[in-house]
């Protein structure tokens, strides 16, 4: 089916069910409005990963964008990486039931390595890869109060390898939850699933929540149609305890346990002919936190967590500990400044046994640090008009050493309903310990090809390099935002990457293995930062109120990207993220106990890995069959029976195809 197909049958679909709720509406004057806030006082969302700060989104110097609890339930999606299409700039492509790339403005991949994910100020950031393993993180989807998503640098504030964008996931406070809330659903995709939550009050201003949530995906299906071997099941528990006194201060303390079961088939290189095979693996996570935040009432903010991942994938087995402690103040001198300054302390050590067929790593323990101070000040110039920031973050990590990533920002307000921004930053993204110690094989070169002309099969590796330097982003950005009526809003931006000291693979002097068997030449490819390129794009969201139970909401986001490898063309990095991207939603109440939503995207084509664009629909109903309890059916990707939309770019994974889904959920709370 192509575009413009997707889009008639899009349109019809949407259209047809309209007209059938003007009928159903004409005979409720009553319904609803279809969430508690309104256009202007999303607008007033408080948002903290802008400027580490409370502050309205209106006043944020940055492309910032909030999706809310109240989007995500209404969506109907399953798992963090499915909600964050909802945001403008961010590349999500699902290519297994599994297995996820996202990223922001370009470089994507399974491990899109320049962007910093949060959740609730704790990183969820991967020092073995580089990057997410999405995989690895799970919450209770009714407890996430909401995602921030920053496009562009964060750097400043938070630290490397927040070069493309920061995603922070906050969770509900404790004092919101209380009460019982159970969920269970079923369906073709998502076989099964449930959850528990309870909370209650602590003595005086205090509450705690303690939940538990288990689901199992099945596999799915290849481009043929043939079954995968990439089903999952996951387990989750934790719990959360606030407590406010009477000053001002707040504490806050949390934690989770998870263990979860990924399969997967890998391709794998082989010294033996067909100098190649492929079989099942599984994948086993397990780990679990502990975080504490004191907030002051005099601006002191002091957080720790300590954190413990352990993953076996096939013969690679890693088990990492990490400890974070980091302290924030903020101080006003006079009327003019509002400063944001801190200094923050990490730690991890990771033990690994891999073997050298496979994947190596070299030593096979490593304890990194990470050692921070930043600044950042706020000044006006003019009184609710006109505001400088001046940043800048200090670093001195295990790797590379000494590294300073500054930014400045300027924001005018012209009037309240419309405000003006502009930025120019510098990032870093900081290398990853496969990159520094590792060596993975990723081709065996029969011999006697033109290729290979010698005796001796040839293996090509990818090769560490342990004097591998930080790649380096300098970023311009422009945005605009206007409230143009009660009902209606829209915000832009346009941007402009330049990126130089890339990580790529330059080939190596070819080593003879003759004493071991069987016998090959070894063909390094080893890291470099060999790599340029540059970015453009334009961002566009906008949201309008049709009528008190009907509101529209929607971006468009379009971007060229260029990147360069020793003067060549890197075409995989050009052509691993679409250069056009379009989402519109419709969230309607059709009485006061019933809900459609419907959510149509367009995603363009991926030219290097030979992905064609598609466009999918998602629907959802929900019934409010009593005051507690809810019932809802969700369809998932209706305008096709199945589509592609990554190939696996790391390991050697199976490709699988998203198939069309539909679920049935019910949802109790007492």
């Known amino acids: 089916m192509n575009w413009h197909d997707c889009m008639r049958r899009g349109a019809i679909t949407a259209a047809a069910m309209s007209l059938g709720v003007s009928a159903v509406l004409a005979a409720d004057a009553a319904a609803k409005s279809v969430a508690d806030l309104s256009l202007e006082e999303l607008m007033n969302i408080q948002v903290v990963s802008g400027a580490k700060k409370l502050q309205r989104i209106a006043d944020s110097a940055s492309a910032v964008f909030v999706i809310t609890g109240e989007d995500i339930r209404r969506s109907g999606v399953t798992s963090i990486p499915e909600a964050l299409r909802m945001a403008p700039g961010v590349e999500v492509a699902r290519f297994g039931s599994n297995k996820w790339a996202v990223s922001i403005r370009g470089s994507n991949g399974r491990f899109a390595n320049k962007l910093l994910v949060l959740m609730d100020g704790r990183t969820l950031y991967s020092p073995l890869f580089a990057g997410v393993l999405w995989e690895q993180h799970d919450v209770l989807m009714e407890d996430v109060e909401r995602i921030e998503v920053i496009r562009g640098p964060g750097a400043a504030l938070w630290g490397a390898n927040a ?21 269970a659903g079923a369906g073709n995709v998502e076989r099964g699933f449930g959850s528990a939550r309870y909370g209650a009050g602590a003595g005086e201003d205090g509450a705690y929540r303690i939940f538990a949530k288990g689901f199992a995906r099945d596999r799915s299906p290849d481009p043929a149609g043939g079954a995968g071997a990439d089903d999952w099941n996951a387990g989750l528990a934790g719990f959360r305890y606030d407590k406010g006194f009477g000053n001002g201060d707040q504490l806050l303390v949390e934690g989770s346990v998870f263990s979860g079961r990924v399969g997967d088939k890998l391709t794998s290189p082989d010294l033996m002919p067909p100098y190649q095979s492929a079989g099942d693996i599984e994948q086993r996570n397990r780990g679990a936190h502990i975080l504490a935040r004191w907030e002051g009432g005099q601006g002191l903010v002091v957080q720790g967590f300590f954190d413990r991942q352990e993953l076996r994938l096939g013969r690679l087995h890693e088990v990492r500990n990490s400890a974070d402690l980091e302290v924030q103040r903020r101080v006003a001198f006079g009327s003019a400044h509002d400063v944001v300054f801190g200094m923050g302390y990490r730690v991890s050590q990771d033990e690994t046994t891999t073997f050298i067929d496979t994947f190596y790593l070299q030593p096979a323990e490593r304890t990194t640090r990470l050692l921070s101070a930043f600044a950042q000040d706020e000044i006006t110039l003019v009184p609710e008009r006109l505001r400088l920031t001046l940043g800048a973050r200090a670093e001195h990590n295990s790797y590379t050493g000494f ?235 209706l305008l096709e029976h199945r589509h592609q939309e990554f190939v696996s770019d790391f390991f050697g994974s199976a490709t699988y195809v998203v198939p069309r889904g539909a679920y049935v959920k019910l949802d109790w709370k007492f």
């Open 163 to 183: 070069v493309n964008g920061v995603i922070n996931i906050i969770t509900r406070h404790a004092r919101d939850t209380k009460g019982g809330l159970a969920s």
């Open 403 to 637: 590294e300073l990533q500054p930014n400045v920002r300027l924001l005018w307000t012209p009037s309240a309903s419309q405000s003006v921004w502009a930025s120019a930053a510098r990032a870093v993204r900081t290398p990853a310990r496969f990159e520094a110690d590792g060596r993975m094989p990723v081709q065996v070169i029969a011999p006697f090809t033109p290729a290979n002309p010698g005796p001796l099969p040839a293996g090509v590796s990818l090769a560490g390099n342990r004097t591998i330097e930080a790649e380096r982003l300098r970023a311009f950005e422009i945005g605009y935002r206007n409230q143009l009526a009660p009902g209606a809003s829209f915000d832009v931006s346009i941007f402009r990457h330049t990126y130089d000291g890339l990580r790529t693979f330059v080939a190596g002097a070819p080593q003879p293995q003759l004493f071991i068997f069987p016998p090959f030449v070894l063909m390094p490819l080893d890291a470099a930062n060999r790599g340029d390129g540059r970015v453009r794009g334009i961002e566009v969201s906008a949201e309008y109120r049709l009528a008190d139970w009907w509101r529209l909401s929607g971006f468009a986001s379009r971007q060229r990207l260029d990147f360069h490898d020793q003067g060549a063309t890197d075409t995989r990095t050009n052509g691993s993220s679409p250069r056009s991207t379009y989402s519109l939603r419709s969230a309607m109440n059709l009485a006061p106990n019933l809900e459609l939503d419907l959510w149509l995207r367009h995603v363009g084509s991926l030219s290097a890995l030979n992905v064609d664009s598609y466009t999918s629909l998602d629907a959802r109903v929900g019934w409010k069959l009593a005051r507690n309890l809810e019932l809802s059916l969700t369809g998932q990707n």
